[in-house]
């Protein structure tokens, strides 16, 4: 198969993590016989420094014009501490989903068996956990009508839904539902907001169409608590968009680092991988960053072109660097000598020898950059 990938860093440690996912995508080509190209771009607060807009057109256009696009993070202290700042990185992130199109955000959250004692949460609570969050990405109050008053004192977002846009990613839900554990969550606010209500009428309407699939309903503050008290009772979870982001955020406890979080946006005609972790500005350039969550950002790329043998050996060598304990140091302390690209080397090198990387892992353990 031949792909067109439009690689987006990004800031912080956005570019360390996305250069991994790169090496690994560029291995599962050598390796599958595929041809994977790749172009680079500006976004988020480098593109504001260098060109004073977080998304410059030659970036758009680069990726309308690519099969798939693969994101890092975006974000920067001085303008995340200036809530005055007019031109924000975040803003190069939704321009982006709107003019892609990019209206379902899906996240897999799943609790790793080696990792089940760096989670806060009792090894109990989290064993067997696997959900995938269906999050609406491009309606609700995020891009909603804003409105501040002229003394300053007063502001307003609108929160505004229509029927398609529920309509679309319900059917991905349900969809998805079907091929796992075949039950929805619609996590809402139906006894308050009139959005919620909407969106309940309508869900349950397209629930009509897979009378295999369960439809469960919470609303989002019994959601957000039951995701520490029982998380393994979800299987799918609906909702809109800031609900999304707040609960999907929440479930990254559960793995024991939001550096294992990967995601993808997709539309009717492109398509977005990336991890849920932001530009971590503190790590940069130190080697410390997680590359896992934009590794298996890939995975899922791979998984979008229907790819599942590729998708399945990364995710496979993923599983194995965390068994042998070839981790950065937010899961790993004991190694701290592992660095971001150790971790995409031994992973690179999984999928070149995945019966020989097992007697190759004390070359990491010892500091090295290079499997030999």
Not at 113 to 128: E, R, T, V, Y
Not at 294 to 305: E, K, T, Y
């Amino acid at each position: 198969m031949k792909l067109k990938i439009a690689v987006l860093p990004g800031d912080g440690i956005g570019p360390e993590v996305t250069n991994q996912a790169v090496k690994v995508l560029k291995a599962i080509a050598s390796e599958f016989d595929h041809t994977f190209s790749f172009k680079t771009a500006d976004v988020g607060a480098i593109a504001i420094d260098k060109y004073g807009d977080p998304l410059p057109d030659k970036t758009l256009d680069l990726c309308k014009s690519t099969d798939a696009i693969l994101f890092g993070s975006i974000g920067h202290p001085k303008y995340d501490n200036d809530p005055s700042a007019k031109v924000r990185p975040e803003q190069g992130l939704l321009k982006l989903r709107k003019e892609l199109g990019l209206f379902a955000n899906i996240r897999p959250v799943k609790a790793y068996k080696p990792l089940l004692d760096k989670s806060p949460l009792k090894k109990a609570i989290i064993d067997g956990t696997d959900i995938s969050i269906y999050r609406e990405l491009t309606g609700g109050i995020y891009f909603g009508k804003k409105e501040l008053s002229e003394d300053g004192n007063t502001a307003s977002d609108l929160c505004e839904y229509s029927r398609i846009e529920i309509e679309r990613i319900a059917h991905l839900a349900f969809k998805a539902a079907r091929a796992r554990k075949q039950k929805v969550t619609l996590v809402d606010k139906a006894n308050v907001l009139e959005s919620s209500r909407l969106w309940r009428k309508i869900v349950t309407e397209v629930a009509a169409d897979y009378k295999d699939v369960d439809l469960d309903f919470l609303f989002v503050d019994n959601a957000a608590m039951q995701m520490i008290l029982n998380p393994k009772q979800f299987d799918v979870i609906l909702t809109e968009n800031m609900f999304g982001d707040i609960i999907s955020d929440e479930a990254s406890v559960i793995g024991g680092s939001i550096g294992l979080l990967a995601s993808a946006s997709v539309g009717e005609t492109h398509a977005m991988f990336e991890p849920i972790h932001g530009s971590y500005p503190q790590a940069e350039g130190k080697g410390i960053a997680n590359p896992i969550a934009s590794i298996l950002s890939a995975a899922m790329l791979l998984d979008h072109f229907e790819l599942y043998n590729e998708a399945e050996l990364v995710r496979l060598a993923v599983d194995k660097s965390l068994k042998l304990k070839i981790t950065t140091p937010d899961i790993n302390s004991e190694f701290d000598s592992i660095t971001t690209s150790n971790v995409g080397d031994f992973i690179e090198d999984f999928i070149f020898n995945p019966n020989d990387s097992n007697r190759n892992f004390k070359n990491i353990h010892l500091g090295q950059s290079t499997i030999i």
